[in-house]
């Protein structure tokens, strides 16, 4: 758990076609966070969005397109997300990452008692 104070937010913006060892991209960067015990991690799937290639991918009936955005969300002080990165640089090859401070007010408690 992540006490309240300041904290880093690390995004990673993938595509969901990305894979790593015939596994989704976004699956291994969240077990990877999970085994270096980050505070969580969460993921989000876009349902419309454009990247390097400029090309816009979207939900939308007409477009038959399998390549949306996926972001990953990993909340946790800024000395555990900043030793993690290491651990990212063989996955985030062609991958945005984007550092921000945030602070955390309320944490997330672990199960009910």
């Known amino acids: 758990m992540i006490s309240p104070g300041r904290a880093l937010r ?6 969901d076609t990305d894979t790593w060892h015939h596994r989704p991209l976004y699956s291994e ?16 799937h876009g349902v419309e969005g454009f990247g ?11 477009s038959m397109t ?12 800024e000395e555990r997300i900043r030793g ?13 990452a984007v550092l921000d401070e945030v602070e955390v007010v309320r944490p997330r408690g672990g199960r009910a008692k």
């Open 84 to 96: 993690f990165l290491p651990r990212l640089d063989d996955l985030l090859t062609e991958s945005l």
């Open 29 to 44: 960067i969240v077990h990877r966070a999970h085994a270096a015990g980050l505070a969580g991690a969460s993921v989000f």
């Open 52 to 62: 390097a290639t400029s090309v816009v991918h979207t939900t939308r009936l007409l």
């Open 66 to 77: 399998d390549d949306l955005p996926v972001i990953i969300v990993i909340i946790d002080t």
């Open 10 to 15: 690390l995004t990673i913006f993938v595509d």
